[in-house]
Nanobody, 120 residues
Framework: QVRLVESGGGLVQPGGSLRLSCAASGFTFSMYAMSWFRQAPGKERELVAAMRSAGGITRYADSVKGRFTISRDNVKNTVTLQMNSLKPEDTAVYYC?????????????WGQGTQVTVSS
């Protein structure tokens, strides 16, 4: 059974940084692309960043390019999202998930997510 546990969210001022982590279990982590999605109030969930199973190849939403970095550890079964130069519009609940890298579709069930609030 797929289990995804996100952590690391919080309240940060504009321009600040946060590092999100996701602990994955219940599937062969190294075989799947992993991703971060986010959902802001009143908006649909959107893909923020994704990384192929072997690492290296990534994709980002235009709104976060140059500010966010996704990485993964195929030994520890974790995926992280380093978020720099945060903006108020980054405020959302952030979720990790295994993903079809080409179709950008999530493949697992959602965890509880972690709240990120960017505000002065």
């Amino acid at each position: 059974q797929v289990r995804l546990v996100e952590s690391g969210g919080g309240l940060v001022q504009p321009g600040g940084s946060l590092r999100l982590s996701c602990a994955a279990s219940g599937f062969t982590f190294s075989m799947y692309a992993m991703s971060w999605f986010r959902q802001a109030p009143g908006k649909e969930r959107e893909l923020v960043a994704a990384m192929r199973s072997a690492g290296g190849i990534t994709r980002y939403a235009d709104s976060v390019k140059g500010r966010f970095t996704i990485s993964r550890d195929n030994v520890k079964n974790t995926v992280t999202l380093q978020m720099n130069s945060l903006k108020p519009e980054d405020t959302a609940v952030y979720y990790c998930n295994l993903v079809d890298f080409g179709l950008q579709r999530p493949l697992g069930s959602w965890g509880q997510g972690t709240q990120v609030t960017v505000s002065s």
